[in-house]
């Protein structure tokens, strides 16, 4: 509900945020999933060889979660990022140029990341 002074001020409802607000619960609800099999593979992976661990990245069961766990973890790295840049900047062009510079980022080292992860995955097995 905007308040009289709000409304004169046209600073009422911005009419969007709820569904950055679901997907950002969604995700951290996917990940509080996730994270214990990803601490199950992690730990089952310490003191392997490369080799060994190469090949349980290439597995069928663990290759789908970790490149969900990457893909959630980044999108709700830069939905939460994006939620402070907007909160706590108030220069406009600062705040856009953040809000730039967050996306770039979160795209990039995610992208990057699953890169790496499908190239292990579509590569030949390790010997």
Same mark, same amino acid.
């Given at each position: 509900?905007?308040?009289?002074?709000?409304?004169?001020?046209?600073?009422?409802?911005?009419?969007?945020?709820?569904?950055?607000?679901? =997907?950002?619960?969604?995700?951290?609800?996917?990940?509080? $999933?996730?994270?214990?099999?990803? =601490?199950? =593979?992690?730990?089952?992976?310490?003191?392997?060889?490369?080799?060994?661990?190469?090949?349980? %990245?290439?597995?069928?069961?663990?290759?789908?979660?970790?490149?969900?766990?990457?893909?959630?973890?980044?999108?709700?790295?830069?939905?939460?990022? *994006?939620?402070?840049? $907007?909160?706590?900047?108030?220069?406009?062009?600062?705040?856009?140029?953040?809000? =730039?510079? *967050?996306?770039?980022?979160?795209?990039?080292?995610?992208?990057?990341?699953?890169?790496?992860?499908?190239? %292990?995955?579509?590569?030949?097995?390790?010997?």
């Amino acid at each position: 509900m905007a308040t009289q002074l709000g409304k004169v001020r046209g600073l009422g409802s911005a009419k969007s945020g709820t569904t950055p607000y679901l =997907i950002k619960q969604f995700t951290g609800f996917l990940l509080a $999933v996730l994270t214990p099999f990803m =601490i199950w =593979i992690v730990i089952s992976m310490v003191g392997k060889s490369y080799a060994e661990t190469r090949l349980a %990245l290439q597995s069928f069961w663990v290759a789908p979660v970790v490149f969900a766990f990457l893909a959630l973890t980044f999108e709700h790295m830069r939905l939460g990022m *994006n939620e402070i840049i $907007v909160d706590y900047v108030h220069a406009s062009r600062l705040k856009t140029a953040l809000v =730039i510079l *967050n996306a770039v980022f979160a795209w990039g080292v995610g992208l990057a990341c699953l890169f790496a992860l499908i190239r %292990l995955f579509v590569s030949a097995p390790a010997v």
